[in-house]
């Protein structure tokens, strides 16, 4: 494990940073933190996580706040590295890119947010960055065929040559293209209406399953978080096309949402993040599915079973390892507490996001030494959602 003093000495810039930001005088007990955290994680995707085309990378290295090299990687226990580089010589490359495209969709909602909160221009021009690289790995992708979205392994110029798909990129892609749709020129919601239509056809031509990690097929009923992309997707295509076809294939989904309402392995906090929000945009579209709302009290409900109520979050059987991951759940929190306000969703996010105010904080047990990304974007998330809600303040 890496020393805090490293970390502290190599991060120190971006620390110093945070330390200067404005916070509000009229600011709740404890918010004066999240204030000065929001500006130093911010700071951090912007000069650290996000690269020359504007997606934000993956487990940068907690020392050098760098992808890490192989050299570096050479040094990790190898069953840490098992399953992440698909035989590819390029083990920087696949690790930097990773989550790539969720951690870029979620920070890009947490933009569109800051932008409602504050009118601040500098917010939407960074969240229009995002899905302008989002738009520019779709583009890469349908150098194989429309619709496929790749992990873009080695960043946009090499994305065309990733085989490599996963529901949770292209879930968190599609909810800030949706996001976006307001703010969008003629042109671009053009070509983010298009490719929800390619999307979708991409999946009704492969019945709804694709291979993950050369090992195993991924489908709703045998991965219900893929649900979050399967639902939106046809409900996005059938509107902004106009043919109902589309919509037509919800009824191949109805048992993996029948089954999800008991499915134990959705207490993780990455696939209630993707079912929530995947489940949230496919409502805005006008699906009237009862069991969506329900869905997304249960995934709250049995989400929250490994966090303690100072915020502190867990992860694995038995709770066995910490994790930076509640701030997933805790962006979920505005849309549940939307549905279900009897939960009180936004109070405990707003403890998660206390607990979790220092970048050396956001790590992942699976890659020691290691930012985990999504922890960053989902904190700048929640942060933006709480704000607006009222729950927090600046």
């Known amino acids: 494990m890496h020393s805090r003093r490293s970390f502290i000495k190599s991060s120190a810039s971006i620390l110093a ?69 698909q035989n590819s010589p390029d083990w920087s490359g696949c690790l930097a890119y990773e989550n790539a495209l969720m951690a870029t969709g979620e920070f890009a ?71 976006w749709r307001s703010y969008a020129s003629a042109e671009e919601r053009n070509a983010i209406d298009g490719f929800f239509v390619d999307a979708a056809d991409f999946f009704v031509a492969r019945k709804f399953r694709h291979a993950y990690r050369h090992r195993t097929i991924v489908t709703a009923d045998t991965h219900h978080h893929a649900l979050g992309l399967f639902v939106p997707v046809v409900v996005l295509a059938s509107n902004v096309s106009g043919k109902a076809a589309y919509r037509a294939h919800l009824k191949e989904f109805s048992r993996a949402l029948d089954d999800s309402a008991t499915d134990e392995k959705l207490a993780n906090f990455n696939m209630t993040s993707l079912l929530i929000d995947g489940f949230d945009v496919a409502i805005k579209e006008g699906l009237d599915d009862p069991r969506l709302p329900k869905l997304i009290e249960s995934l709250w409900y049995r989400s929250i079973k490994n966090i303690d109520p100072d915020g502190t979050s867990y992860e694995g059987a038995d709770r066995a390892h910490f994790s930076s991951e509640g701030t997933r759940v805790a962006a979920c929190a505005t849309i549940v507490e939307k549905f279900h306000p009897a939960t009180r969703a936004t109070e405990l996010a707003a403890k998660v996001l206390r607990r979790y105010t220092q970048l050396q904080q956001m790590t992942h047990y699976r890659i020691p030494g290691a930012i985990f990304e999504v922890s960053v974007s989902s904190w700048l998330l929640a942060y933006w959602r709480l704000r607006e809600k009222g729950t927090v303040s600046g």
């Open 17 to 85: 940073v945070a330390s200067s930001s404005r916070i509000c005088s009229g600011a709740r007990p404890g918010d004066a933190s999240l204030g000065t955290a929001a500006a130093m994680f911010h700071d951090f995707v912007t000069t650290r996580m996000m690269d020359s085309d504007g997606l934000c990378r993956s487990a940068l290295h907690a020392e050098t706040l760098q992808p890490w090299t192989k050299e570096q990687l050479t040094k990790l226990n190898p069953r840490d590295l098992n399953d992440w580089f």
């Open 109 to 179: 909602l947490s933009q569109m947010v800051r932008h409602r909160v504050t009118g601040e221009v500098a917010a939407q021009e960074m969240a229009h960055r995002c899905v302008r690289a989002i738009l520019a790995v779709i583009r890469e992708g349908r150098h194989y065929m429309p619709g496929y979205l790749p992990k873009p392994f080695g960043g946009v110029a090499r994305a065309r040559y990733s085989h490599e798909i996963s529901p949770d990129q292209y879930t968190k892609a599609i909810a800030a293209l949706h996001g």
